[in-house]
Structure formats: C-alpha cells, structure tokens
C-alpha cells in the first residue's frame, strides 16, 4: 500500500470499497479495489488466483498493474488489494444513464462494434479457462478513442466462497443468468450477462433504467418478457442483432451458445470486423485456393477431397453441391460425421450449410426412423450442427427451410424429437417463424417441424413456455390461403390443446373461429379438415368458451359441409363426429343439436357405411346416444392422436 496515495473514495459495493489511487513513483492515475477477506488463508488463495489475472493481456480487457495482501487497521481484516487502469471515460453505466436521459439511441454500427470487441475479450477469456461472473455496465470501461474494455475480473472471478457469493448485490442479479443461484457457474453465464448489456445498449433510447431492471428479471421467468423488449428493437436495428440476443438469452444454459461459438454467427463476424479482429479469418485467401470437386472417383473419391480441403469451406461446399446431384448417394458412418465436422468447422458459412442439410434430409429421408434409430443421423451431435447455424442464419429463408425440413424429418424418431426440443431446436424454429412472418415457405414448414415435435410431452412444455400458441395463430391468420400453413399448424394447435395454459390462450385469440375458416376456406383439402376438425374437437373439448364461439359461428354447418366432400375419407369422418361428439358436451349445444337435421343424417349415414370402423363407431354411438336421449356408451371415446402425415 505503500506505493500508492489514496485521493478519494470512488464507489462501495458489497464486495469491496473502489478508491483512486495514484503511483507515487511516476504519478499515474489508478482504481484500486480493497476486498475484505475472512481469515489468511482465504487470503493467500485469493492472492494466488488474482496473480493469474496478470496474463489477462489483451486490448479489450482492462489492464492489471498490481495485487498485494495487507490488513487494515479501520476494518480490522485482512484486504486484497487489485490495483487496476483507470479509465477518465467512465464506464458503459453511465453512458447508458446519459443515453436514457436524453431518449438517443446508440448507432447500430457502434453497437456493432462494441459488441464485437466485448465477445471477442470474453471469448479470449473463456480460452484461458477463467469465468468474470460479475459482468454488468459498470464493468465495462470507455477508453480515451471509445473502445470497450472488460474489466473488475477481480473480484467475482478469484473470490468464489459462499461468504462472497451471499454478499452479491441486488443490482448485479439483473445481469446474472438464471442458472446460477442453482448451478455451478459455467462460461455460458458470462454470455447471458453480456446478453443483458447488448439488449440494455439496443434499448437505452426507449427503456429507462428501472424498466430496463423489470425487463431483465422478467426474462428470466417469461420468454414473452424478451420479444415485448425486442418488438421495439426491431423498428431501430437489424433483425440479425434481434436474433443474436434471443440466442445470448436462452433460459435454459444448454441451449446457449459459447463465446467461441457466438464467434462464428455471421453478424458477429461483421462486428469482429469492424475492430480488424484476428477471429474473423481470410475468406479472401480461401477463395484463391478453392478447388473443383473430382466426379470420377465417386463417393470416396469425394470423402477424401473433403478430407484433403478440411479448412477450405468453399471447395467442401463444391463437394456437397455434386452429392446433392445424386439420387440418394451411399455414404457410411464416417463419411456422415466427416458432413457434421465440415458444418461445425464453418457455421458461418450459409452456402456449405445449405448443401450439408439438403445432404443430410436426403440421407435421413431415406432412413427408417423407427429401425435405425440409432443410426448416427438421428444423433445429438447431428441435431446440434443442424441448429447452431440457425442461430447463424436467421435472415437466410433458404437455410431456415431446409433446416426445419431436415428437423421434422429427424424429428420421426421419438429419441431424437426428445433431442431436438432438450438442445433448444423449438425455440430456434420459432426464432424462424418470428424473423419470417410474411414467408409463407418458412412459416409451413416450420409448422410442419412442429406438429410432429409436439406429440412429445417435453416438447410440449417448452411450447407453452415459449407461448408457442400465439407464433401458430399468427402464421394461421397471415398465410390464410396456403393449405400447407393450415394443415401443419392446425396439427400442431392439436398437441398444445392439451395444455390448460394453450388452451386459455387459444380461447382468448378466438382459435374456434380462426379453424373454422381454414375449414371453409381449403375444404377441398383433405388434411385441412381433418386437422382443423381434430384440432376444433380437442378445443371445445376443453374450453367451453370455444364451444359457444364455434356453435355461434356456424360451426356444425361448416363442419357438416366439409364432410360431404370428404365422407369416403374415414380419418375425416372420424374427426367430423369426434367434434360433434364433443361439442355436445356443452348442455346448451346439445339442446340445439338434437333439432339438427344434418347431423342427424351424417351419424345416420357413418353408423352404415363405417360399421366396422371401432375409432368411428364409438364417437358416432356417443353423438347418437346423447342427441337421442338414449343411455350412453359404458366408456366415453377419445380423439385419437393424429397419424403419420
């Protein structure tokens, strides 16, 4: 202590008092923190692990001149010192405050720029194994040309006992990830708190600082909380800058991304560059070197190319194109890993990633999922490579729809659909269907992913949390005309109907309604309407609401036409009297349904030409026994789950 002279008292938080310090040798301005600690031997730990940070040596993460042990005689305890740069420019706090106060926005290229510099300076970090656990704005510094500067490693990083932990302050929590009071800290919380600092830096302009504190614990319960916040983003910033915060903000840290992996997004890299980063490679060079794939030395002929041009993605991507332009090319167990490892190897290259998963669909497509399920397509490692690049993508409408399309056809494996929905694939495709509202090509075919990932109960859970209801209504009433939309998402509205929380959020939207305009709109289609009827049947089921709306709306005309159509289709004919079965569940319905001429004659009709049809009879006996007045079935019947499409 010494060496320096202590001017003023800078700040006191729970884990230390900040001071400006000036080095008597050559006087310079520094911060010197003082951490109190409990005994030595805490201590002489601590001391240890802050020696270490003196490695820290890079142009984004803020300087380390000094640590030393010493006791002090006012607090009577043993303190840790860390003496460390100061900045005059402050810290990214109180710009913030300055923004806020004046409703500016941060430009985006800036934005950009300072996002780059912060992952980069994590990502450097992460590397050397060390863990900030403490990022928030007034840890991050403004140089003298406004730079970034990551800094106070110090304290959360080499003081990790419970004493230290217990004495986090309140206002750290808003930038804590949501595991950590749970779980061991892991490098991917460090990324949910930088997450925060982006999403605070993209809001600055409209969010005042105790909205932008609701906004951050809300996020950590309500994934809702997040797209309100970004809804708004959107108007100022690219959309690439919104996806790149949802990815930042997965609740569930498996599903995060890496610093390294962030390193990889295309947008990312566009921010890596704007500061000459090292990280964002030498496409130029690549692109000299590229080679043409050989097409005369035939399958592995081309493996070995792949092999042979490992680092060059532009000749791996000629290599995929040519494979693609076989019917359905035969290539074994590691020739299907060596298309994984070139996907992981160039995550921000779209063009390799759409040739890898046309690749991948046509080999999967061609497997059977229920006798090679463990085959190595329907592997976690191959679902992974699949949905990092989404999180790369999500302007690119090519990729997005290969990539759902290969997910769904993945997703024929009851294992692996558990697979897609634990490594985070449903929020992505919802990232999708979000980023894309207007393409209808995105939105069925991430529907179609959909309906077949929620026949999993897990999967389930995750759609409600994500309020995935709400992305299916929309896509409905935006792409009214395309039968592909209606049919996938009334399929998945199915599955969710099962859900109490789905259906209140069915009913408020009017749901009822909304089927059966798909129903009079496409009742040419077949699927439609067995899909919307199915979907209508499990609706009113549950929601009396929905019955009454669907009964008002003329719902049993629709469905009684619809099945005139379709009368020699028993999956439809199934559906149209489980909806009327269930519809009369409701006392006022059934009144009226016994005067109802037309389904009297349909249940006339299906009870002769369907008599053999166990799944049929038993909703047309329950329909005819209660609008007869008769005595009911022993055991009431219930809608089948949808089959294979």
């Not at 910033?237 to 610093?259: C, E, G, H, K």
């Not at 359905?328 to 040739?355: H, Y």
């Not at 395309?482 to 789905?502: I, R, Y």
Request: with cysteine; net charge negative; charged share 30%.
């Amino acid at each position: 202590m010494e060496n320096y002279r202590l001017e003023n008292r800078l700040g006191k938080g729970a884990q230390g008092q900040v001071f400006l310090a000036i080095d008597k040798s050559d006087g310079k301005k520094f911060v010197l923190k003082k951490v109190e600690c409990t005994d030595e031997t805490e201590a002489t730990k601590a001391f240890k692990e802050a020696m270490a940070l003196q490695e820290l040596k890079h142009p984004y993460i803020c300087g380390y001149k000094d640590f030393f042990v010493t006791w002090d005689k006012e607090e009577a305890a043993i303190i840790v010192c860390i003496v460390m740069d100061y900045y005059k420019m402050g810290d990214l706090d109180r710009l913030l405050k300055k923004k806020r106060k004046k409703n500016e926005a941060i430009e985006e290229l800036i934005l950009k720029k300072w996002c780059g510099q912060m992952i980069e300076a994590l990502a450097f970090v992460h590397q050397r194994k060390v863990i900030h656990r403490d990022l928030k704005p007034s840890n991050i510094f403004l140089t003298d040309d406004l730079t970034l500067s990551l800094g106070d490693f110090g304290v959360a990083t080499i003081m990790d006992d419970a004493r230290t932990k217990a004495r986090t302050t309140v206002g750290s929590m808003n930038w804590m990830a949501p595991e950590v009071l749970e779980k061991p800290y892991d490098e991917r919380s460090d990324v949910w708190s930088l997450g925060c600092i982006i999403l605070e830096m993209a809001t600055c302009g409209f969010l005042d600082t105790q909205s932008m504190g609701e906004v951050l614990m809300g996020i950590k319960q309500d994934p809702a909380r997040l797209e309100e916040a970004l809804e708004p983003v959107g108007k100022t910033y690219s959309a690439d800058l919104s996806q790149v915060i949802r990815t930042m903000l997965r609740r569930n840290f498996q599903q995060r991304p890496s610093a390294l992996e962030l390193v990889e997004l295309p947008y990312i890299k566009e921010c890596l560059a704007l500061s000459n980063s090292a990280l964002t490679g030498k496409k130029k060079e690549k692109e000299k070197a590229a080679k043409d794939c050989p097409t005369d030395k035939g399958i592995p002929g081309v493996m070995a190319f792949i092999t042979e041009n490992k680092d060059n993605e532009i000749s791996i991507t000629k290599a995929f194109k040519y494979l693609n332009t076989l019917q359905t090319p035969q290539i074994d167990e590691a020739g299907k890993k060596l298309i994984i490892s070139s996907m992981k190897s160039s995550v921000s290259e779209v063009a390799l990633q759409i040739e890898a998963c046309r690749l991948l669909l046509t080999l999967t497509a061609a497997a059977d999922a229920e006798t090679d399920a463990d085959d190595y397509l329907f592997s976690e490692e191959v679902i992974r490579a699949v949905i990092l690049p989404m999180k790369a993508h999500p302007s690119s409408r090519d990729f997005q729809n290969i990539a759902c399309s290969l997910l769904k056809t993945i997703a024929l494996s009851e294992q692996a659909a558990g697979s897609i929905g634990k490594l985070g694939g449903i929020q992505d495709i919802l990232s999708a269907l979000r980023t894309h509202p207007s393409d209808a090509q995105v939105c069925a075919n991430c529907c179609s992913a959909l309906s077949y990932l929620t026949i999993n109960d897990k999967n389930l859970d995750i759609m409600r949390e994500e309020k995935g209801v709400v992305d299916l209504i929309n896509a409905m009433e935006s792409h009214e005309t395309d039968s592909s939309v209606m049919d996938f998402t009334c399929s998945a509205l199915w599955g969710l109907s099962l859900e109490d929380e789905n259906v209140e959020m069915m009913a408020a939207r009017g749901l009822a309604k909304v089927l059966l305009k798909a129903i009079t709109d496409h009742k040419q289609h077949a699927d439609v309407v067995k899909n919307g009827c199915m979907a209508l049947s499990s609706l009113v089921a549950e929601s009396e609401e929905s019955a009454y709306l669907a009964h008002n709306s003329e719902g049993i005309t629709i469905v009684a036409e619809a099945y005139q159509l379709h009368k020699e289709n028993p999956d439809v004919v199934e559906y149209v009297c489980s909806f009327f079965m269930d519809l009369a569940e409701t006392e006022d319905i059934l009144e009226d349904m016994k005067s109802m001429s037309k389904v009297k004659d349909i249940i006339k009709e299906v009870k002769v030409k369907y008599a053999s049809n166990e799944d049929i009879m038993g909703n047309v006996e329950m329909v005819d026994s209660m609008i007869s007045g008769g005595q009911p079935p022993a055991n009431r019947p219930s809608s089948a789950r949808p089959k294979g499409k």
